[in-house]
């Protein structure tokens, strides 16, 4: 990339339209721009915001089904179409109705690929049966006494802690706001699924927070946030995508509590 395309790329492009572009060489140039004028923070929220962003786009693209006979209408494009182009073709004759459907077929498959890929993305809501399946492997932890593996209530020293353990997503320590003490944090198995939790104190309560890749439990990269199904002693809720792209559940000790990291934004493990 020549040095007036890299000034072009530094001066016109924002964040946002860095992010919409897809993998490659163009991205990783534009990226490296940026990170220059970043700090250690703002990099590795971008970075998660990229790696989010790149997972949706894949899943995205990997869930949609083609209509039932388009890929053999389409097939059917280079027998059905003129010859010549289709501008001489118009002016020397008219189409037959073979052409004139294969520009249809085209023209109604262009607009639907391009629907789907600009149409913005809308959370879907968690089933039931996996809200069900993630409360009850979460609690079952939470009930069981679990020790933690190193406690302190210094949030800089407890991330140092939490990024030995090389978890296969980036682990992050959202803030609960004002009446929460962290107390430490430690690793568990939610069924098969390696996760990360942490334990606080306050409001009279305690709580305690996963973080895991949800979607071999069967939750979706995002998804709208989920009250979980409880007993009269407990309060679950189940929630995606900030401030990392993982699933996140809170567990409080004390029934009808709301979720009081409120989906906001955290701290990264460096």
């Not at 990783?28 to 971008?46: G, H, K, N, S, V």
């Not at 809501?125 to 409360?135: K, R, V």
């Not at 140092?160 to 978890?167: D, G, P, Q, S, V």
Request: charged share 20%; net charge negative; aromatic share 8%.
């Amino acid at each position: 990339m020549n040095e007036r395309e890299t000034e072009q790329i530094s001066d016109a492009w924002s964040l946002e339209e860095i992010a919409a572009l897809p993998p490659g060489p163009q991205r990783e140039a534009a990226c490296a721009l940026r990170r220059t004028t970043m700090t250690e923070q703002e990099r590795q929220t971008f970075d998660v915001v990229l790696h989010e962003n790149d997972a949706l786009r894949h899943d995205t693209i990997a869930e949609v089904a083609l209509p039932v006979g388009v890929l053999d209408r389409l097939r059917e494009i280079p027998d059905a179409a003129p010859r010549l182009g289709l501008f001489r073709r118009l002016m020397k004759e008219p189409l037959g109705w073979k052409q004139v459907a294969a520009l249809l077929v085209v023209s109604v498959g262009l607009w639907w690929v391009y629907g789907i890929a600009t149409a913005p993305f809308v959370p879907r809501p968690l089933d039931a049966a996996t809200a069900q399946s993630i409360t009850r492997l979460a609690m079952a932890h939470q009930q069981s006494g679990p020790t933690l593996e190193y406690r302190n209530s210094d949030r800089d020293k407890v991330l140092e802690a939490i990024n030995l353990h090389k978890m296969p997503f980036a682990v992050m320590i959202p803030d609960p706001g004002h009446g929460y003490e962290l107390v430490g944090e430690g690793t568990c198995k939610l069924g098969d699924v390696a996760a990360v939790f942490t334990q606080w104190k306050g409001d009279g309560t305690e709580l305690t927070l996963y973080q895991f890749d949800g979607r071999p439990l069967g939750a979706p990269l995002q998804f709208i946030p989920a009250e979980g199904p409880t007993d009269t002693q407990h309060s679950v809720t189940i929630w995606s995508g900030v401030p990392g792209p993982c699933t996140w559940v809170v567990v409080i000790n004390a029934p009808g509590k709301g979720n009081p990291f409120q989906y906001g934004t955290g701290t990264a493990a460096p």
